[in-house]
């Protein structure tokens, strides 16, 4: 096919793996800027199949679908609606696309929801470990550390027998905008009290997924040295990418390209970011899968480069929220998918004409990232308008209210 089915980032893992099989460095492959851990998990390619890491990746696919159900049962959500849920992972040709054209972003979604499933039921102690793996292995994930820690809160965790669940039909809807003074205060008082900060639980979740970061970023840098730490982690801060960008920032990179672009100017860009993830954070934390939907698609939207792989990040949270949604298919709900999808396409066709036809299409390019953000942000306010907040977690003394824990995840 003139667009090859396999992901190009599937060859890159797999040159990497195969440098690790012969005991090179993986960044001897250029464009590899993964962590290490990555080419490890697909050595197999070279050994047993090429395609092994295709079936690694489509089986993380499966048991994202698991863990979606198995967060909404948590919560006591009835059973039509999980199987809905379900679905719109499972039956997402966009989704299933990415793990069979072999990009690694199942594995990390997969890792993020367990995260959750050890939270609900207590497990600070293995999220925080989990935690630790998931930021190294892919960085991004580091935008949910503020909630996860605003979740853990000494009234939800003081009692030894695990946290109650907030089952997701008692919570009333809110309007997004309708800030409080008593929640305003609410929210602030760990910014001011040390004792409500330095719970035992984000002391724990806190220290040991920082530990399991550093030592697996230590254990590489001990064998990969410098190249490890600029291609897997310093890089992702300054990346600057003049093809393959959905990013309004995507035009000034493309002018830019031949000179070097400062580091306050590569470094600009997450203002933007920064200020919208702190009010998404100050608002939603509590209700920990709403929060860190809108914090992902908040987060692609307004990134400096956005590949069509970051989708799934915010894709595979999307069946937590659709129960606490009044949002019908019909009118809105289908007017999002159109606005979105029908903007992803128009951009498609013009980075088509430019990276398959050679047409100077630079400026109809840019226009289309524009109206490609504008989607987003519709899509995004729409979602908060249309949300019924749910906190997770309820407080200590209202534990007859909490849903039945799962067995298996006993």
Avoid at 244 to 272: A, C, D, G, T, W
Avoid at 398 to 403: D, K, L, T, V
Wanted: one cysteine or more; hydrophobic letters at 50%; proline letters at 5%.
């Amino acid at each position: 096919m003139e667009v090859r089915y396999t992901d190009i980032d599937y060859l890159v893992f797999s040159d990497a793996a195969s440098l690790i099989a012969s005991g090179k460095s993986p960044f001897e492959r250029s464009t590899y800027r993964y962590s290490p851990l990555l080419a490890f998990l697909l050595i197999p390619n070279s050994i047993l199949h090429r395609s092994w890491g295709k079936f690694l990746f489509s089986a993380s696919d499966l048991l994202v679908g698991l863990f979606i159900r198995t967060i909404l049962k948590l919560r006591g959500v009835p059973e039509n609606s999980c199987i809905l849920s379900v679905i719109v992972w499972l039956f997402n040709p966009f989704t299933f696309t990415i793990g069979t054209r072999g990009n690694c972003e199942p594995v990390v979604c997969a890792m993020v929801l367990w995260i959750f499933i050890c939270i609900m039921n207590g497990r600070v102690l293995q999220a925080a470990i989990w935690y630790g793996l998931v930021v190294h292995l892919r960085i991004y994930p580091i935008i949910y550390a503020l909630p996860i820690l605003l979740i853990l809160d000494p009234q939800v965790f003081q009692s030894g027998e695990g946290p109650a669940l907030q089952n997701w039909s008692q919570s009333g809807l809110q309007s997004p905008w309708s800030f409080s003074v008593t929640r305003l205060a609410h929210l602030f008082r760990p910014l001011f009290f040390m004792r409500s900060i330095l719970t035992r639980e984000r002391i724990l979740f806190g220290l040991i997924s920082a530990a399991v970061f550093l030592l697996c970023t230590a254990f590489f840098y001990c064998l990969y040295g410098w190249d490890f730490l600029h291609e897997a982690l310093l890089y992702h801060l300054t990346r600057t990418d003049p093809r393959h960008n959905f990013s309004i920032y995507f035009y000034h990179i493309y002018l830019q390209y031949e000179r070097e672009l400062m580091v306050v100017e590569k470094l600009i860009s997450f203002f933007p970011q920064l200020i919208v993830q702190l009010v998404l954070i100050l608002k939603f934390a509590q209700d920990l899968p709403f929060c860190c939907f809108v914090q992902t698609v908040a987060f692609v939207a307004f990134n400096k480069v956005i590949t069509a792989q970051y989708f799934v990040w915010f894709f595979c949270l999307l069946p937590l929220i659709l129960s606490s949604s009044n949002m019908k298919l019909k009118w809105k709900g289908l007017s999002c998918i159109i606005l979105w999808v029908g903007a992803q396409l128009h951009w498609l066709m013009w980075g088509y004409m430019l990276e398959f036809k050679g047409k100077n299409v630079f400026l109809q390019l840019w226009i289309g990232s524009m109206l490609f953000l504008a989607a987003n942000t519709y899509l995004l306010v729409s979602v908060i308008h249309h949300h019924k907040y749910s906190p997770v977690l309820a407080p200590g003394e209202n534990r007859s209210h909490g849903a039945t824990k799962n067995p298996m995840m006993e």
